[in-house]
């Protein structure tokens, strides 16, 4: 939502004041759309920003993928859906694991040379 601000006066006019009436209807919506953008803004921040994520459970199992130096979210995803070692990805496409949330360009490089070092490949 905008806050309709009126066109600067001409020169030489002078203007005549708002009404507090006015006013406060303009400041009212000013700070509903600060809230707004504010509470948009804690929506968007992830589980993990906002400390509702334990992240010693997932120290205790990504020992494989810190290895491999994949990225903490690439670990999360994979740790997420059910994957723990190498050897689980070839239950799953590859574009599976690019849709995974948290999984980026590097992530599936790394994962993809490691699958080929491993002689190992994803699932058609």
């Known amino acids: 939502m905008r806050v309709q601000v009126p066109p ?3 020169e030489g006019t002078v203007m005549a004041k708002q009404s507090p009436a006015k006013a406060k209807k303009l400041r009212g919506e000013a700070m509903r759309a600060a809230a707004e953008r504010r509470a948009a803004r804690a ?3 992830s589980e993990v920003t906002r400390g509702e994520v334990d992240l ?3 120290a205790e199992v990504d020992g494989v993928w810190r290895e491999l130096g994949l990225a903490a979210p690439a670990r999360r995803a994979l740790i997420d859906d059910g994957y723990y070692k190498l050897s689980d990805l070839r239950k799953t ?3 599976a694991i690019k849709e ?3 999984m ?3 992530a599936i490089r ?3 040379s490691a699958m080929k070092k491993a002689d190992l490949s994803f699932r058609k």
Request: aromatic share 4%.
């Open 8 to 10: 600067p006066a001409p």
């Open 43 to 45: 929506a968007s921040q």
């Open 56 to 58: 010693d459970a997932y």
């Open 93 to 95: 496409s590859l574009d």
């Open 100 to 102: 995974l949330h948290g």
């Open 104 to 106: 980026g360009p590097n």
């Open 110 to 112: 790394i994962l993809t």
